[in-house]
């Protein structure tokens, strides 16, 4: 009998060892943490590697994608844009506020806006990466991006691959882009607008990459702003050799009128046309689509 008590109090005591070691062993893997700083400049702490993001805006998404790590949640908004839609296939789609979708699908990062007002719900949720959203240099959000999920190496072989890309394109329609100017125009609630450097639409395509130039009106209203919103009578002003034309599918009104009729570019047949649904951000994915469909289409002008 006493044989019989000490062998089951061995195997107590050996059982209790087992289940404190699994413990400890759940406990290093929830610790594998580390900082990260945002750029509010507030330093926070997120996994390692996370493997259930969720991602609440759509710029950040085709950097991720890229990167290996496709999100299980994002922004529903990529309903509305086919380069990302495809991407994201069997992500959950998720509406800005849907705290409730959120917590059901156990993320295990967020990343957000630092604009977004749900932040603090968010952070009840899991670790919340927030980008500031008036920043967008593609450059430097693959970067982080890339940092976020221990995949710096790659990001930045995307991005030399990327840049001598666009090295090898600029030396190859330099007839069609050496010290020529370009316009982005699109038609919004606010009109007819023009855009910056950074702002997707091929805007870091021609100007960044092509070191094509804007005409100096808009150069210095979108010296400090991202856009500049203009009138059908004021477009020869603000537009020079060739203009992209972002459009949702159909061209816009204001390109029926004479004033748009008459500018240099639609004369000489330097318009380029790139479907909004497809190439609206810019994030790795929409860029490498932006391109293709701008040099197609330069290569294809006299």
């Known amino acids: 009998m006493k044989k019989l008590l000490i062998i089951i109090t061995v ?35 997120i996994p390692k590697n996370p ?9 950040y998404i085709g950097a991720l994608v890229e990167l290996g790590h496709k999100p299980v949640g994002v922004i529903d908004f990529v309903k509305q844009n086919k380069t990302l839609k495809d991407a994201t296939k069997g992500a959950k789609m998720l509406g800005q506020e849907d705290i409730e979708s959120i917590t059901k699908i156990r993320p295990d990062l967020i990343i957000t806006t630092k604009e977004d007002k749900n932040k603090k719900k968010l952070q009840k949720i899991a670790p919340t990466v927030q980008i500031d959203a008036m920043k967008s240099d593609y450059k430097q959000t693959t970067k982080e991006l890339g940092e976020i999920v221990n995949e710096e190496d790659k990001a930045n072989k995307w991005l030399s691959n990327w840049k001598k890309q666009l090295k090898k394109d600029k030396k190859e329609i330099s007839d069609k882009v050496s010290g020529k100017t370009i ?64 459009t949702t599918g159909k061209d816009p009104e204001f390109t029926k009128t004479k004033n748009w009729q008459n500018l240099k570019a639609v004369k000489e047949g330097h318009v380029i046309r790139l479907d909004m649904n497809d190439t609206q951000y810019n994030d790795p994915l929409s860029l490498e689509k932006q391109r293709n469909q701008i040099l197609k289409q330069l290569k294809e002008m006299d």
């Not at 493997?51 to 710029?59: A, D, G, K, N, W």
């Open 51 to 59: 493997e259930r993001i969720v991602v609440l805006h759509p710029t």
């Open 183 to 246: 316009s982005v125009l699109q038609s919004t609630p606010k009109g007819i607008s023009a855009f910056g450097k950074n702002y997707g639409r091929g805007t870091e395509i021609v100007y960044g990459g092509y070191g094509m130039d804007q005409p100096n009106k808009l150069k210095e209203e979108t010296k400090d702003a991202y856009m500049a919103n203009i009138s059908e009578e004021k477009l020869n002003e603000y537009t020079g050799d060739y203009i992209i034309l972002a």
């Open 11 to 45: 195997l107590l005591l050996f059982t209790a060892a087992c289940g404190n070691n699994d413990s400890k062993s759940e406990d290093s893997s929830s610790e594998e943490t580390k900082n990260f700083k945002q750029d509010n400049g507030k330093t926070i702490k």
